[in-house]
């Protein structure tokens, strides 16, 4: 059977996407760091599916250790899921560096680190597929988060660029633009419920646009028009908004 | 939003807690007194029900299966349905189920419950092999047969009382086929309907329906359904889809229906007086589940099930001095349900004994308690008991006359402080 990697396999939704492959007769590896904290959710999955569930150890920040990590697994994967992400403090960024670095290393440097080189053998196979997650809040920096989404800014810039470089080798590229999910990472924040999106709904989504061999998911669905709207509003106005 | 039992009666206000991780409990029974665990909810009265509610559902994985010998360890939040979709295909079933699959494993513990098979296979704690318990400590225990057996008889059937189920090993059950082979025996009164009963005794699963309006001559007349699983292969098993009702439903057509439904199945032409359906899981086990929330039909004011047993010597005299009292009452469900019960368990306050339960709806209204205090005292007279399960409203005096290892019961309950930390609305009544 065939694998799929999921990367930063702690994350909700990646244990919504977990299942939902898992359910479509997939074999799954879940990386995340302290991956023994994820045995029980595996077995669970094991258990209701009948496939194949691995865990394995990766910390997404320890770059020197990715050629390794992705060689040593004993079955090359079909597709991979990134979905390693780090809000961080906005704050804090603007005056501690450390931080800064740390949106930056987790959202970005990390997981370019470890797409090149899936990239590079999904292009020598001619096959798989490769889903980011992103964020919408990438396309377009805004004061209360601009250092997290001027990574995912990043990020979806390099997905883009990864999509146009493996189309001749017929692997596929997804970049997922979520709006609002909740998760972990936004627990106690006030959201509006009609722009908010269960994780279930976001693996859906995903695995329906992965299928269908899309290249960019707007989740949910609406965010695609706020955001067309929010890019086109004149630099001179938006930099007086509060948004 | 407040959490409400089956029954939507009694209402009140509370406030739910709800745990994925062991560690998340703790921190909950820290904090708070008068907790109850809740489940999903299919009790009919106030057993789950208190001011603060801890809610089991979310902590729902499965632990471990074993292949060859189909023991199942899950977390306790997880459905029986869960278990059906993921199993059945594989050629496992429940050992013992309710007449609902929409419960936790934690609540079918909790109750004690039992299926169309307790004649033969007893209740939910023959097929557990340990669970895992919380007490108001924060300690956790491992209960089974043979280890703290104490504890283990009286969270079995303790209604939530002895601390909170974490996890448990059951053992499922092989099957060969998703279908049953049914037999469905007409009967003209209560007489003939226990001898069927007997008669059909050797069958794995019976329950039967039985008219409450018939008086006179045709008191008891019935539909008994007996059965037992086909095995011809087929395990292609996917769950019915459900139709729900949407909002609260008037009382009177839902009697409407149900009359209808029996005069057409008790009379309809196509009915010998013995005639062979095959059924698959769904609509032998569950029928009632095949209409999510049908509990709305009874209107806002909610209604109660009245589920009693009595002992098998007095059941004939008793049954009919209770099913007279209702039909010349005019309240309750047209139908009810009759079973013969195989023997009673250790358990401290499990509800089966060896002889004739009954069950039946009655919508809230005036004069339902006073027609059901006067229907307690029938069921005293003969030695029998009431479901606490089902249960919202009996009163302390006549719960210990039906249940005479209650002090057994709270004497264990103040040993380990439960109840200091563990009450429902249904506890405090009972003065347990
Ligand atoms: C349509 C229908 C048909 C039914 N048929 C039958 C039947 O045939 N036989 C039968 O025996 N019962 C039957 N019942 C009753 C039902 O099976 C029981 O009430 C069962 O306990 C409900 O489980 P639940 O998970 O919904 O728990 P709840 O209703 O939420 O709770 C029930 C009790 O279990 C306790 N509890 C729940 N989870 C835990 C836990 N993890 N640890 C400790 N205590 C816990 C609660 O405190 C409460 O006292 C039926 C109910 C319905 C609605
Ligand atoms: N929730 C939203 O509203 C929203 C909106 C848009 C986009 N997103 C994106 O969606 C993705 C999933 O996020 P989520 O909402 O599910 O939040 P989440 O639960 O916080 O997931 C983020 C995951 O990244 C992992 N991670 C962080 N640093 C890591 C490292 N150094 N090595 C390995 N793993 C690391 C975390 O693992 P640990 O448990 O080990 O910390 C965590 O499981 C993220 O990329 C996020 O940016 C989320």
New interface residues.
């Given amino acids: 059977m065939s694998y799929v990697l999921i990367i930063g396999a702690k994350s909700d939704i990646a244990q919504a996407i977990a299942k939902k492959y898992a359910e479509n007769n997939y074999d799954l590896y879940l990386a995340a760091r302290q991956v023994n904290e994820l045995n029980i959710f595996a077995k669970d999955l094991a258990i209701r599916s009948k496939q194949t569930v691995q865990c394995v150890e990766l910390d997404i920040l320890d770059t020197a250790s990715h050629h390794t990590f992705y060689h040593a697994l004993p079955e090359k994967p079909e597709g991979v899921i990134t979905a390693v992400g780090y809000l961080g403090s906005q704050d804090l960024a603007q005056t501690d560096f450390k931080e800064t670095h740390k949106i930056i290393d987790t959202n970005y440097t990390g997981v370019v680190s470890l797409l090149n080189i899936i990239a590079e053998d999904f292009e020598q196979r001619h096959s798989g597929f490769i889903v980011g997650i992103s964020s919408v809040a990438g396309d377009r920096g805004r004061k209360s988060n601009y250092i997290y989404g001027s990574a995912k800014a990043a990020l979806s810039a390099y997905l883009s660029g990864l999509r146009n470089r493996l189309y001749s080798s017929g692997v596929q590229v997804l970049t997922v633009k979520p709006g609002f999910v909740a998760t972990k990472m936004t627990a106690g924040m006030a959201l509006s419920p009609r722009l908010t999106a269960q994780p279930e709904a976001v693996a859906n989504a995903i695995y329906k646009a992965q299928q269908k061999k899309n290249n960019v998911l707007y989740t949910k669905g609406l965010w695609k028009w706020i955001m067309l709207i929010i890019k086109h509003i004149p630099e001179g106005l938006f930099k007086k908004l509060s948004i | 939003m407040n959490l409400t039992s089956w029954g939507n009666y009694p209402l009140i206000e509370n406030k739910a807690h709800p745990f994925t991780q062991v560690k998340d409990l703790e921190d909950i029974l820290a904090h708070h007194e008068d907790l109850i665990p809740y489940g999903n909810g299919r009790s009919y009265g106030d057993s789950a029900l208190s001011k603060h509610i801890i809610q089991v559902k979310p902590h729902n ?5 074993n292949e060859t010998t189909g023991q199942l360890h899950v977390q306790a939040g997880i459905l029986l349905s869960e278990v059906l979709e ?1 199993f059945v295909p594989r050629g496992w079933f429940l050992k013992i189920t309710p007449g609902t699959k929409l419960i936790t494993v934690g609540g079918a513990i909790a109750s004690d419950v039992h299926g169309k098979n307790h004649h033969n296979a007893g209740c939910f704690s023959e097929c557990v092999a340990f669970f895992n318990l919380m007490l108001p400590s924060g300690d956790i225990v491992t209960c089974s047969h043979t280890e703290n057996t104490e504890l283990f008889k009286a969270t079995c059937g303790g209604m939530g009382l002895t601390g909170v189920i974490l996890d448990a090993s059951i053992s499922l059950k092989r099957i060969n086929s998703r279908y049953i082979k049914q037999t469905t025996i007409k009967t003209k009164n209560l007489k003939e309907t226990f001898a069927a009963f007997e008669r059909y005794q050797s069958e794995p699963y019976s329950v039967a329906w039985i008219d409450c309006l018939a008086k006179g001559k045709g008191l008891g007349k019935c539909l008994l359904m007996v059965g037992d699983f086909q095995a011809d292969g087929d395990l292609n098993y996917h769950p019915k889809s459900n139709l729900n009702i949407p909002f609260n439903f008037p009382g009177f057509v839902l009697s409407k229906l149900t009359v209808k439904l029996f005069n057409w199945l008790y009379y309809g032409k196509v009915f010998k007086k013995i005639s062979q359906q095959q059924v698959d899981i769904d609509t032998f086990f569950y029928p009632l589940d095949a209409i999510g929330h049908w509990n709305r039909i009874y209107g806002k004011k909610g209604f109660t099930q009245y589920q009693i047993i009595l002992p098998k010597e007095t059941s004939y005299e008793g049954l009919e001095a209770i099913l007279s009292t209702i039909s010349k009452s005019a309240k309750g469900s047209f139908l009810a349900v009759l079973k013969l019960y195989g023997k009673a368990n250790n358990n401290y306050l499990s509800f089966p004994i060896e002889g004739y339960s009954l069950a039946l709806d009655f919508k809230i209204e005036k004069g339902l308690f006073e027609l059901l205090d006067q229907l307690d005292q029938r069921v005293i007279k003969y030695g029998g008991r009431i479901y606490l399960a089902k249960d919202a409203r009996v009163s302390q005096a006549v719960f210990e006359q039906g249940y005479p290892q209650a002090e057994t019961f709270r004497a264990l309950r103040r040993q380990y402080q439960m109840h200091e930390k563990f009450n429902s609305l249904q506890s405090t009544r009972l003065g347990l």
Wanted: proline share 0%; hydrophobic share 85%.
């Fill in positions: 994985l499965f632990l471990d299966f993921v």
